[in-house]
């Protein structure tokens, strides 16, 4: 076997990607011997940080007991104490779970939910979907159609055909022209509009991440955004289903994000976090009216994958649940997330800085050509990209992404360390960054 020819790909088919052999909390290691500080656990997934001892005992212990059993078949302990622990945290909000196996395959499985529960309350006309534009809700088909990433869903457009979106909660680039002292929340009064446009007995749900993810990285609405929301959707019989597969399990410095608008979904969808970064897994949460419904009408929800359930998944949700308990990790997300939040004020300075946003420990900037102006940076420039690449360079992983202006252009970055981080790697993860954004800037002509 030829050791030096690859045949593994992954999105950019032409980079040569590092390889990592080892993680331990905060740090990467590559094959190298290079170190890292993962300042986004990822695709802001990891929150409890890498190599856990305690995890591995986890997986280890499940597997000797029970690795896997059909959800067709049977429950297990870990699959009822998970989704127990799961419907606590969210101090009684919650009623059920559909355990899935990641973040695509919950929003897909939210939405088919929420058909379900229309058609077993009786309304079958209603089936229409809408979201927002610049959000991101997975790459599977039925995900994608709901997304409004143009940047990722533009290749497969043909095949997306069910799109009705309506304008973001991004007071940045308020698609309105408002400013903070003359909004009049417009862009939740959109959904009302487009409700009545489609035909209120069609629209089944409105699906919302409460805090953009990596489409707008860290654009919190207006605090009474989702109130007027849940208004509108209650007018119409609309379900509210929320996108916490990035926000979900600490990330923003709550539990779930919903909790800083007091607005709880009727269904909200879990990934990433969910399983600490240890294990593929996600889920589709309802509260009691959505299950009550179907369980008295039809009480069949035909979904779900092979892996949906399955212990190990559970096993890890589990253990997730108990180490962010134990170790006060949620407030250490809030905590941490001021600390990087003062921090990243510092950077205002930078000839490209434009917006500074975020809850906890997602805390995103956009970089603009002109501050005044706030005009993108040309997008040929990729300066996304290029702070990706010098930042790894530089033994720091972030997540970058491009596309907030309407999909043709506007680049951004979002910090989501582990909630493990301290203080003193805070300070280390902006020193490289730092150092990495004024090498960008000076790269595109600053
Ligand atoms: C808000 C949101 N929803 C859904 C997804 C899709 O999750 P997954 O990549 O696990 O399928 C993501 C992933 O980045 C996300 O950020």
């Not at 997304?147 to 043909?158: L, M, V």
């Not at 989702?226 to 600490?250: A, N, P, S, W």
């Not at 006060?328 to 905590?335: P, Y």
């Not at 280390?428 to 000076?442: G, N, P, S, W």
Request: with cysteine; net charge negative; hydrophobic share 35%.
């Amino acid at each position: 076997m030829n050791a030096k020819k690859k045949h593994s790909l992954s999105v950019f088919f032409n980079k040569e990607y590092r390889s990592i052999v080892r993680g331990e909390g905060m740090y990467l290691w590559d094959d190298q011997g290079k170190r890292y500080i993962d300042a986004s656990g990822g695709p802001i997934m990891s929150n409890l940080g890498h190599g856990m001892e305690e995890m591995a005992e986890t997986l280890y212990n499940q597997v000797k007991k029970i690795e896997y059993v059909f959800r067709m078949d049977f429950t297990s302990p870990e699959m009822e104490a998970a989704c127990t622990g799961i419907c606590e945290a969210t101090g009684g909000d919650m009623e059920r779970v559909f355990l899935v196996s990641g973040g695509s395959e919950a929003t897909e499985t939210c939405i088919k939910l929420a058909r379900k529960f229309q058609i077993d309350a009786g309304r079958p006309s209603k089936f229409k979907i809408i979201s927002r534009w610049m959000s991101y809700h997975g790459m599977t088909g039925g995900a994608m159609n709901l997304s409004g990433f143009p940047f990722r869903r533009k290749d497969y457009a043909p095949y997306i055909s069910n799109n009705f979106h309506i304008p973001p909660a991004y007071c940045y680039r308020c698609w309105f022209n408002q400013k903070p002292d003359t909004c009049h929340l417009e862009c939740a009064n959109a959904l009302e509009t487009e409700i009545l446009c489609q035909g209120p007995e069609s629209v089944a749900a409105f699906m919302v991440e409460p805090i953009s993810g990596m489409s707008l990285c860290g654009a919190a609405p207006r605090k009474d955004y989702f109130k007027r929301i849940r208004e509108i959707c209650d007018r119409y019989e609309v379900l509210l289903v929320m996108d916490e597969v990035l926000t979900g399990f600490g990330r923003s410095g709550k539990f779930f994000a919903y909790e800083h608008f007091d607005t709880p979904p009727d269904i909200m969808a879990l990934g990433k976090g969910l399983g600490g970064g240890y294990f593929p897994v996600g889920a589709a949460v309802m509260n009691t009216r959505v299950y009550e419904t179907i369980a008295n009408a039809s009480g069949l929800f035909m979904s779900g994958h092979t892996w949906a359930g399955n212990p190990m998944a559970a096993a890890v949700i589990c253990k997730t649940l108990s180490y962010l308990e134990e170790h006060q990790l949620i407030a250490r997300s809030a905590k941490m997330g001021e600390y990087l939040a003062r921090k990243l004020e510092g950077l205002r300075s930078h000839p490209t800085v434009g917006d500074i946003r975020g809850e906890g420990l997602m805390r995103g900037i956009e970089f603009v050509k002109d501050k005044e102006t706030r005009e993108p940076l040309p997008p040929e420039t990729m300066f996304w990209m290029i702070l990706h690449e010098l930042a790894q360079e530089n033994g720091l992983v972030i997540d970058s992404s491009s596309g907030c202006d309407r999909g043709q252009a506007g680049d951004q970055m979002m910090f989501g360390p582990p909630f493990i981080i301290t203080e003193a790697q805070i300070d280390e993860v902006m020193e490289i960054f730092e150092k990495v954004l004024t090498q960008a800037e000076k790269q595109i002509g600053f």
